[in-house]
């Protein structure tokens, strides 16, 4: 029927368009995550000529995430809470064509652990069944579906449950369309929420199914026999045996980094952040199926296979980050449709995405100390789990201790910021983290909708260096770093790679960077405000263009973002968060605060202040 | 002595920096406010390449007037409230070497009429007496010097009184140094604040003069004998005289604009704003010395002459805008050493500044209408004063009469934005407003502190046109327009004029302009936000660049920079300000939101978003 056949098309075209470079049509570029253009005017040669061509202030301040979109010759702008939404006109420099501004309960911004950002909006195709639609994760989880010509709302729905009586569940990832159906994250490990992956119609914004991250099968949508780990069945409550009492229920696994799709295999793919508390002596167990990649049926949302990084995280190295797809790759030998991870654990994966067998797990810092290795014995009774030092073991030492020197910090060797993969070089460009912690685990209670967070951490750069970050060249087959080029501060932008040989990537002072092949800097551009967001390319009248959002925050930005290098306001944070906790002296609260992201990155007040803009970027005509 | 030496440098260094091209000492450029600058690399023909070499945001939203001063490798910017100040590393692409971040009560917002704008810093050389200051007049009225190098704050005074048991003062204006003082105004007419300009001395802040805009001869320093008004003393008690009462207490005449000053004669010039309340039939009498320009002497403040332009003002036209000082200039034959004055009210004057002899005055809009002429003869009973057509007299037509049609509207023909001068074309380059409106005024009490208007007003282009503003070049020897180029929206930021045979300005949807002498236009760029800031030129390294501030807001940006445009911001709005007047439709309320500017410019939404950056612009290497 015609109403099957309209349904069909959203998935198909949205695919189909995606091949199309001069258009956007999702966050990641295409549903594989590579983030790379073919569009080739804007070369190794001529990117030093780059040059703004017109600028957008989105009048909103804080951490900018994510980017626009491109549908023709309309560009789609989000903000950060409270959320906005422009539909701007490319052919007349960003004329705004309509506005979209949610009203939302303020009380969502302090139970937005790491700024208040969203990570962009998500575009589907006209259908039968509904007009093309511009889709929004707003913070307070209410899932928007615009009409993408108009602005209207054509329906929305409630993903999660906020404050008031809610359990500190808040929305900041990227939403996926997937056929006729949206994929919706879930944000607030740090507030004991249980995480779960949601697929609402696109039709009417009705839930076509909930796959939770922990608890009982039927839940999660597991099958004990069918669906696998390391190619074995994963057993009857596989999760619920591996956490004490009840604490699955507020045991996090949260959902907010980024989905890909297969449309072969019919799969999605995302993963798990960590364990709710940070107090790891807390909650003994695997504490699965957190720290998780999982691969999903599009269509019922059953797991296929599951692969958990970080059994019994002791570091919040929440394995949220994207997931990217490449076909054909040979390794040892032998050719696999391969997943690859960089996980905030410091290791970077690459998998068969088929079966989910584990091809390589390898260290993409040096400085990363935790673990010796991941096994890689099949054989072995800990394969595919990382061998721990145990001087790094925030459990083994245990509450009210501090363990040093820990790397990566909690906010991983990567977090959110995506990288990038080009079939030209067969490399992977990826933006990190040189960052390492103290962390002293204590005890704490869980209140519904209140911080259940349980560590005190301090952050700093990697023993030895003065960067805190590297923008890397990285074989997945071989699991090797090709080149590292460093950068004073951690990268938390997106990356991404082009035909005309030249990789893109923001810093957190606000330069939008070009780079060759071999990390070469060609060209560089101070913008506004810090660079968080990631890199759109599009053609619009035969020219290439990139365009980007700056605007300082984020986790690593938080104390910017949050105000929280002044000690008033840095003794208000821990006075939330701590559970009464003493703190120290000025400097340690200062520092500490954020989750300790604000001492660590007190320099970058030195660089940028807070901002939210959009910069346009082309050759001279 | 060396100490009186070192007080003298201040201003002989401060006249002399200002005639260096490369930087920008001073907001206006000059002492004369002429914002020309003698730079030359950027010119007609190579304009069209000019490319953004790197941007700053601000970290502050709302309306950015004013602009950066350029003291050798360290660039001033500042943001409205909260007031902070940047000292940037033009070095090194804008890092910041310093940070001011004044704590103010945010009560201060709903007091300032026109958006919580700031008119930027002013510097002040290094003398025996001080290291080299930065000064801040912030929006509580409390004035700050800082130490140039540091930010350290090395005085501080108040200069007027704000809220809280206050009068509802507050400060926008930018200061000026002269010799071993700085000039500071005074905000808040629509709270019947009773204008005065205070000089403070630069060694320690304290007050060395202040001169009243109305009130007895002794507090306004004038000298009953010897200051006069075209050419006759203008006797005892001139002001007291002019009101009912003690109305002259509450009576305006506020000093929020520009201030210039003639080094050889030893005299400042200035404008003082509108009689309050917006209500004429309640303050019957000339309103003595509101609306009126002031030459005074700059050690002792006592005032050689007045000119009050608009008697017994009826539509709000404050008489603050810009002195611009041109020596030898030929009018009827006539050489002298003039001031040309563009006013609110629609008449652009050119008098002789050394005795304040009115050599023309002519309309600079056609579309005024609510004065035939001034009147021109001495020997006329009128001399000096507009001739009001009586069917715009607000007055005559009554309290609660709409007087529909006055042209120009309340904002003027041009408000704060302020004209350039260029000695190689002979020509005023004046950016304006090309609006009228309906002014219906009515019965108000006054309550120290709040706010004191008395009339609904709306605005919308003059009829006949779509534009609401022109970019024009100006005779000031004939008082002829020589052109005219339309803007959609008025042009609220300053213009600058340059050796190049460039003329710059920006517009209210963003775009910085460069035009040539012809007024053709030879470049546009949209910066992130609508731009109401004025263009600092400067060079560095051999180089020209120009810098502007973004960030759409000013009376004529309040809808978006307040949040008027939202019926019930609107409609909040009205209960503060109306006292219980009924305020008819929705659309009503929201069109008279704001004085009349949220209707008038509520099509600026569809164009651009608040903001707050810094963009410089260059040349390609
Ligand atoms: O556990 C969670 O639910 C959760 C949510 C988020 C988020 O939604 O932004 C972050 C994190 N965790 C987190 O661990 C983290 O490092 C992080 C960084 C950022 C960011 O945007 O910079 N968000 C988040
Ligand atoms: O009467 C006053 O005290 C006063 C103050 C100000 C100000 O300080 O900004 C403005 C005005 N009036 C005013 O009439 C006006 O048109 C105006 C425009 C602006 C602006 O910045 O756009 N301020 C002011």
Redesign the interface.
């Known amino acids: 029927s015609i109403g099957i056949a309209g349904a069909a098309f959203a998935n198909e075209d949205l695919a189909k368009m995606s091949e199309n470079p001069k258009d956007w049509v999702m966050q990641s570029g295409d549903y594989a995550n590579t983030r790379y253009s073919t569009l080739d005017q804007i070369t190794k040669d001529n990117v030093k000529?780059l040059?703004?061509k017109?600028?957008?202030?989105?009048?909103v301040?804080r951490g900018h995430e994510g980017g626009p979109l491109i549908i023709g010759d309309t560009m789609y702008v989000h903000t950060p809470f409270p959320n906005?939404v422009?539909a701007l006109d490319i052919n007349n420099?960003?004329?705004?064509l309509w506005?979209y501004e949610p009203k939302q309960d303020p009380n969502v911004i302090p139970i937005m652990c790491c700024d208040t950002v969203n990570r962009g909006v998500a575009y589907a195709p006209k259908t039968d069944d509904h007009p093309a639609l511009i889709i929004l994760n707003q913070a307070d989880t209410n899932v928007v579906a615009l009409d993408a010509e108009t602005g209207k709302q054509v329906w929305k729905t409630q993903n999660g449950e906020m404050t008031d009586g809610g359990k500190g569940e808040s929305g900041t990832a990227a939403p996926l369309v997937v056929k006729d159906k949206v994929l919706i994250g879930i944000s607030g490990a740090e507030f004991g929420v249980r995480g779960f992956l949601a697929a609402y119609n696109l039709k009417d914004g009705s839930l076509a199914w909930k796959a939770y991250s922990t608890g009982p099968d039927k839940e999660m949508l597991v099958d004990p026999e069918k669906t696998t780990q390391l190619g074995k069945p994963i057993g009857a409550d596989s999760s619920t045996k591996s956490w004490e009492g009840e604490q699955w229920k507020t045991g996090g696994g949260t959902t907010w980094g980024w989905f890909s799709y297969d449309p072969e295999l019919n799969l999605v793919y995302y993963g798990t952040g960590n364990p709710s508390t940070w107090n790891p002596v807390q909650r003994p167990g695997d504490n699965k199926w957190s720290m998780t990649i999982m691969a999903r049926d599009a269509d019922t949302g059953m797991a296929k296979w599951l692969y958990q990084m970080t059994p019994h995280d002791e570091w919040d190295y929440d394995g949220v980050n994207e997931m990217i797809l490449v076909d054909d790759m040979e390794v040892n030998g032998k050719k696999h449709d391969v997943l690859v991870h960089f996980d905030r654990n410091g290791f970077a994966y690459t998998l068969d995405r088929a079966t989910g067998e584990l091809l390589v797990a390898a260290k993409y810092d040096p400085a990363v100390n935790w673990a010796t290795k991941v096994d890689m014995d099949p054989n072995s009774e800990t394969y595919g789990r990382p061998l721990v030092d145990p001087k790094y073991s925030t459990d083994k030492n245990g509450e009210d201790t501090n363990t040093a020197g820990i790397c990566p910090a909690a906010l991983g060797t990567k977090d959110q910021q995506p990288a990038t993969y080009s079939p030209k070089t067969g490399l992977f460009y990826v933006p990190t983290n040189h960052v390492c912690m103290d962390y002293e685990p204590y005890k704490v209670s869980y209140t519904a909708g209140q911080p259940y967070v349980g560590a005190t951490v301090s952050m700093y750069p990697a023993p030895g260096s003065e960067n805190m970050g590297n923008f890397i060249a990285w074989d997945a087959a071989k699991g090797e770093i090709v080149w590292s080029k460093p950068e004073l501060f951690s990268v938390w932008s997106g990356a991404l790679a082009t035909a005309g040989d030249v990789v893109f990537y923001g810093t957190l002072e606000?330069?939008i960077k070009a780079v060759d092949e071999k990390g070469n800097e060609l060209y560089k551009?101070?913008?506004?405000?810090g660079i968080i967001g990631n890199i759109t390319p599009f053609e619009h009248d035969g020219k290439q263009y990139i365009a980007v959002l700056?605007?300082v925050g984020g986790w690593a930005g938080i104390g910017l973002a949050g105000g929280l290098l002044s000690p008033d306001n840095a003794a208000a944070w821990h006075g939330a968060v701590d559970q009464g906790r003493e703190q120290g002296t000025e400097d340690q609260v200062v520092g500490t605060a954020g989750l300790g992201a604000v001492g660590g990155y007190a320099a970058l007040?030195?660089?940028?202040?807070?901002?939210?803009?959009?910069?346009v970027f082309g050759l001279?005509d």
């Open positions: 000529n040059q703004a017109w600028t957008f202030s989105t009048g301040l906005t422009y420099d960003g004329k705004i506005k606000g330069y551009f101070k913008t506004p405000s700056s605007g007040a030195d660089y940028t202040a807070l901002g939210g803009q959009l910069t001279p």
